[in-house]
């Protein structure tokens, strides 16, 4: 008999927000063109990953906190069409929760302009706590935060590398296939839309 699921984790970029590519698609368009993904990548996987404060990875890109262009690369960002109806309806029978790779400084900006808050607890950021996925402790985080085992959680992300690392946990792994992702590993479910969501759950 299967555990009874009680949390539904989420990922946030690429899941929550329509866009995954946070780098490629929000940052790198605003910087000068001799600013590539290898310039951006080292700091920003420091950032996200806690390592270095905000201002070092704004500084390591040749910018600074006050930059107009932090401000504008986040609000780039939208939430996936279908995410009010699907977690109004998951939320009658789950609790939600966030696992995301990102600095704890741009969490909390998007916790101001999304309330985040008020339909996912528990909410956690890679940066926040010093460790990012596919790193096995940040799932320890979300196991401990959330109070349940992790075969009574379902997560939801759109690279399977990060799902791979979900299920040693024994999470029901949920792949959001927004594009071709080459890893081997095979997810419990593959959806097309998170609408899909609620035809599993």
């Not at 799902?163 to 040693?168: D, E």
Request: some cysteine; glycine content about 8%; hydrophobic content about 45%.
């Amino acid at each position: 008999m299967q555990p009874t699921l009680k949390l539904i984790a989420f990922d946030l970029f690429g899941v929550v927000i329509s866009d995954g590519h946070l780098v490629t698609h929000g940052l790198l368009p605003l910087l000068p063109p001799t600013t590539t993904k290898a310039v951006v990548k080292p700091y920003y996987d420091a950032y996200t990953g806690g390592q270095i404060s905000e201002a070092a990875f704004w500084e390591g890109i040749g910018l600074t906190l006050e930059s107009p262009i932090r401000q504008q690369f986040l609000n780039f960002f939208e939430l996936d069409a279908d995410l009010a109806d699907v977690t109004y309806t998951l939320s009658q029978r789950y609790r939600l929760g966030i696992l995301s790779n990102l600095g704890a400084e741009w969490g909390e900006m998007l916790e101001a302009r999304f309330a985040f808050s008020e339909r996912f607890e528990p909410r956690i950021i890679s940066g926040a706590v010093q460790c990012q996925k596919p790193e096995p402790a940040i799932y320890e985080v979300l196991i401990k935060a959330s109070g349940v085992g992790g075969e009574h959680i379902a997560f939801i992300d759109d690279r399977r590398e990060n799902l791979a690392v979900a299920k040693r946990f024994g999470m029901t792994t949920i792949h959001y296939r927004r594009e071709a992702d080459a890893h081997p590993f095979e997810p419990d479910y593959t959806i097309e839309s998170l609408a899909d969501v609620l035809a599993i759950l």
